[in-house]
Every structure is written in structure tokens, then in C-alpha cells.
């Protein structure tokens, strides 16, 4: 199972980027899909999650600026982040739980990362 991410980049303060994120291989079915950052220095912390069932969570710092949103046809999960910030700066990572052909139990699954700069 792979998680690759994408739309990640380099945006003036009070700009917009869309992550993306695509599950593949062996997968029987995916469950919670998220997306998490870490900043320099910083813990890794959930930005928003959405459930199987269309459920979001999110941090209360991008509530009102960030939605996350999946097409569960193409098991993938997208993050709009709009009005971004400085302290928007960070490694953002895309998680999935996922049951794979391979695996009797759920797995947590991790994309490589995708750097997101915002400038002031």
C-alpha cells in the first residue's frame, strides 16, 4: 500500500493550495484518511481528519480556513487550505487507515510528505 502526495509549494500569505493525496496497491477497504504537519522544532499534529462516512474533524487553528474532502472511488483525500498563514509552514504528511488484502487488521499508512511554505 502506498500513499503519494501532491499541490504541495510555496504561497504568499492570504493565498490558497489544494493536497492531495492518493491510496493504491493491495487495498480491500480505507477508512479515516487525514492529514497531519510537522513544523521545524515542532510535534507532528492532526490538521483534519475525514471517516469513511464523510465525518471531519479539524485543529482549531484552520477551522474556517482548511476543508478536507475524499472520493472514496479513487481512495483519495484533499486538503483546500485557503488564507493561509505563516504558521501554516510545515511538512504535511497524509495518513489513512487501511485494510489491506494482506492484513487481517486496520493499518496506519503514511505518505512521504509534502513541504508547504507560506511567506509574509
Known amino acids: 500500500v502506498q500513499l503519494v502526495e501532491s499541490g504541495g509549494g510555496l504561497v504568499q500569505a492570504g493565498g490558497s493550495l489544494t493536497l492531495s493525496c492518493a491510496a493504491s496497491?493491495?487495498?480491500?477497504?480505507?477508512?479515516?484518511m487525514g492529514w497531519y504537519r510537522q513544523a521545524p522544532g515542532k510535534q507532528r499534529e492532526l490538521v483534519a481528519k475525514i471517516t469513511s462516512g464523510g465525518s471531519t474533524n479539524y485543529v482549531y487553528s484552520v477551522k474556517g480556513r482548511f476543508t478536507i474532502s475524499r472520493d472514496i472511488s479513487t481512495n483519495s483525500v484533499h486538503l483546500q487550505m485557503n488564507s493561509l498563514k505563516s504558521e501554516d509552514t510545515a511538512v504535511y504528511y497524509c495518513?489513512?487507515?487501511?485494510?489491506?488484502?494482506?492484513?487481517?487488521?486496520?493499518?496506519?499508512?503514511w505518505g512521504q510528505g509534502t513541504q508547504v511554505t507560506v511567506s509574509s
Open positions: 495518513n489513512a487507515l487501511i485494510l489491506s488484502y494482506y492484513s487481517s487488521n486496520d493499518n496506519d499508512y
Open positions: 496497491g493491495t487495498i480491500r477497504s480505507v477508512h479515516a
